[in-house]
């Protein structure tokens, strides 16, 4: 078992930045991808970045890259995303999520998600 708390979400202006974490509890979390997700209201949830087991591979939406940074902390237990020159178009519920192993783009790959995080960039 795998739980996920997110934090760092807020508001902020565009062009500005915001750092997310994504807590994890459970023995297992070493052998876990994580990755974010995001939702805006009347959208589907979509993948942002993950990042593999060992934190050696990582991987980014078209949309954020150059402008996002995930990393992780094993010892910690604890996932980051680095999130600058943020734009009005990245508001939205941030979620994090993990499953074994390997990063995958889609939602129905992940059997652990946390509470989500909102973030909101005015303009």
């Known amino acids: 078992q795998v739980q996920l708390v997110e934090s760092g979400g807020g508001l902020v202006q565009a062009g500005g930045s915001l750092r997310l974490s994504c807590a994890a509890s459970?023995?297992?979390?070493?052998?876990?991808?994580v990755a974010w997700f995001r939702q805006a209201p009347g959208k589907e949830r979509e993948f942002v970045a993950g990042?593999?087991?060992?934190?050696?591979?990582?991987d980014y939406a078209d949309f954020v890259k150059g402008r996002f940074t995930i990393s992780r902390i094993n010892a910690e237990k604890t996932e980051y995303l680095q999130m600058h020159s943020l734009k009005p178009e990245d508001t939205a519920v941030y979620y994090c999520?993990?499953?074994?192993?390997?990063?995958?783009?889609?939602?129905?790959?992940?059997?652990?998600w946390g509470q989500g995080t909102q973030v909101t960039v005015s303009s």
């Open positions: 999520a993990a499953r074994p192993w390997a990063v995958a783009r889609t939602t129905a790959e992940y059997e652990y």
């Open positions: 990042i593999n087991w060992s934190g050696g591979i990582a």
């Open positions: 459970g023995r297992f979390f070493d052998n876990y991808a």
